[in-house]
């Protein structure tokens, strides 16, 4: 079977941990985070932890390589190899780190330094826990790169973050945390800011890189489709408590604890909600494209259309980059055309690269269109300017990918959903304060947080305080750029309930920025998919999830991870025959970038 060879037959443990509990002082009082975790690491196994935001998860990362704050308390036993975590000093920890166990973290933008070369960070690694000259570490680092597939290492090990893509990040950082051949790879949210197609080939890398260093993996993530991908074990955690664990088959098929059963049910499954799955079947008929026959003929960018007045209405637009210093103009976007009518949820999906966030920043006037025309609520964005441009932003609101940059470190996050409303002049006073509380309720957080900084929050909670923030004004047109990358699955489908509950109730119009294929499925009524900065496939959701007509799109879809490990397999099998078949993926394809600085 081909879930079968996915199975690892693991060596001995190489890490232990025994009744783990661990406490935060916060405001004169001691919190619980975790409580009596016991659970070992094999070689060469991957152990997935999952559960939702705050159930303490990452807080058990981090204690395995002494990285938690000073307002922490840790009891229990962390045995790494033949070394005690628990209570050792800094010099052995700092022997830990990098050595025996490295961190691959959520976010490489924010994790990598932005003032230095890859390279450069590689190297200092290297030489920090090595002896080895300047030269032997660049060698080194070019090795690395070329190990995790970065095209070109030879020039890459010169760029600067800011000049690869979200792709090309993560895969330096995996170089990184390489450089010392670990025992142990601890991976956070890996995959969470990554297209569906970019996600695939990081998890296929992992999976190489597993087998070929013989290193144990901890998974930590909320996305289910990876962890049917890529885990041997899973461990659940609820509220600081390990409430299950089993093998990958036994949590996915016959799990017995009530939260597990309940995170497993919240999991979107793409096809579930169109043709009853018929999208098991894209990669099969992608191998023979010609099947399609007369439907291939169809012009997909007209294969649907709003019913409704617009509020979105875009033909022919091109976006560029404007020129810095001897840096050309780069042209993102060209060709495009959208119509997204009041009321509307369109999907905007494609790989990183594809020109979608460059689309929703140019809706909101943060790049210029060059070319065409562009209607955004009744007014022609391209010739508005000063007041006009500024009465045209009251009326829609933007949800950024990342909240851990987008939300100001400085402001409680009371303060910053309450932010728009003061300044627009809406509310003041007690009528503020009740319309931030309000917000709070609608995104599922406590009131009390309203005077917590962003970085006193995890990621998912950060990204429900940013869409908050996005419907304090009641917008007629919502930008959603990965609302939902950043948070757990649970609160991810009580996130997309409310977000169709407002939608109703609100009627704002919405462009979808997403690479998560299921989540579009819930809620749009339209798809588009962009490819290099062109619309490759425009057309009902039914039709693109069960009828794409576009290689480019077949591939997108054969690339989404489900939650079964069985079925992932096979899947994942397909995806590489369609790869290997050369279908829908040009000759540069894995090196394109958008803009190279």
Not at 153 to 164: G, I, T
Not at 481 to 504: I, Y
Request: glycine share 10%.
């Amino acid at each position: 079977m081909a879930a079968a060879a996915t199975t690892r037959q693991p060596g001995g443990p190489v890490l232990r941990v025994d009744d783990l509990s661990i406490d935060f002082w916060v405001d004169g009082t001691w919190y619980p985070a975790v409580e009596g975790a016991s659970f070992t690491l094999n070689a060469g196994e991957v152990l997935a932890i999952v559960g939702e935001s705050g159930s303490g998860k990452s807080t058990v990362a981090m204690s395995l390589m002494g990285l938690l704050p000073s307002n922490s308390h840790v009891r229990g036993s962390i045995t790494l190899g033949d070394r005690q975590v628990v209570g050792a000093p800094e010099r052995v920890l700092r022997h830990l780190r990098g050595e025996d166990i490295a961190v691959i973290f959520q976010e490489p933008m924010t994790a990598l330094n932005p003032v230095y070369t890859i390279g450069f960070q590689i190297s200092e690694m290297l030489r920090t826990h090595t002896a080895m000259s300047p030269r032997a570490a660049r060698a080194r680092a070019i090795e690395l790169l070329r190990m995790v597939e970065i095209p070109d290492p030879e020039r890459r090990v010169d760029s600067y973050p800011h000049q690869l893509s979200g792709g090309q990040r993560q895969r330096a950082m995996i170089a990184q945390s390489l450089a010392c051949d670990p025992k142990i790879l601890l991976a956070d949210e890996p995959t969470t800011a990554l297209d569906v197609t970019v996600q695939a080939e990081i998890l296929k890398l992992m999976r190489d890189l597993k087998d070929r260093i013989d290193a144990s993996i901890i998974l930590i993530t909320h996305d289910m489709g990876v962890v049917a991908d890529m885990a041997d074990r899973i461990l659940v955690m609820k509220d600081g408590k390990l409430v299950e664990s089993g093998t990958a088959d036994q949590i996915f098929h016959r799990p017995q604890h009530p939260y597990t059963q309940q995170l497993l049910d919240a999991v979107p499954h793409l096809g579930a909600a169109t043709a009853g799955g018929a999208t098991l079947e894209l990669a099969e008929r992608a191998l023979a494209p010609g099947e399609f026959g007369a439907s291939a003929q169809v012009d997909p960018r007209r294969r649907a259309a709003p019913d409704t007045d617009l509020v979105v209405d875009l033909a022919g637009v091109a976006v560029e980059y404007p020129r810095r210093g001897r840096t050309p103009a780069f042209r993102a976007v060209s060709g495009f055309d959208l119509q997204i009518g009041v009321g509307e949820v369109v999907g905007l999906v494609g790989e990183s690269g594809s020109g979608k966030t460059t689309i929703g920043r140019a809706l909101v006037g943060l790049l210029p269109f060059v070319e065409g025309t562009a209607t955004v609520l009744g007014t022609d964005i391209i010739k508005a300017h000063g007041g006009a441009l500024r009465q045209m932003r009251r009326g829609l609101s933007i949800v950024f990918q990342d909240p851990g940059s987008s939300l100001n470190p400085r402001l409680p996050i009371g303060e910053s959903i309450g932010e728009p409303l003061l300044l627009h002049k809406i509310a003041k006073g007690a009528a503020l304060s009740r319309r931030v509380e309000a917000l709070l309720d609608q995104v599922k957080l406590s009131r009390s947080m309203r005077n917590r900084y962003p970085h006193e929050l995890s990621g998912g909670q950060r990204q429900r305080v940013g869409i908050a923030r996005a419907l304090a004004l009641n917008p007629k047109l919502l930008i959603a750029d990965e609302p939902t990358s950043a948070l757990d699955v649970s609160v991810q489908a009580t996130v997309l309930e409310l977000f169709q509950e407002l939608q109703r109730e609100a009627g704002f119009a919405c462009l979808f920025v997403t690479h998560d294929l299921a989540v579009v499925e819930i809620l749009a009524r339209r798809i588009a998919v962009m490819h290099h900065g062109e619309l490759a496939e425009m057309g009902t959701t039914a039709q693109i999830l069960g009828d794409p007509i576009d290689p480019y799109t077949q591939r997108l879809l054969a690339a989404v991870p489900v939650p079964d490990p069985q079925e992932q397999a096979e899947r994942r099998a397909q995806r590489d025959a369609i790869i290997a078949a050369g279908v829908g993926l040009n000759e540069d394809e894995k090196d394109y970038e958008v803009f190279s600085g």
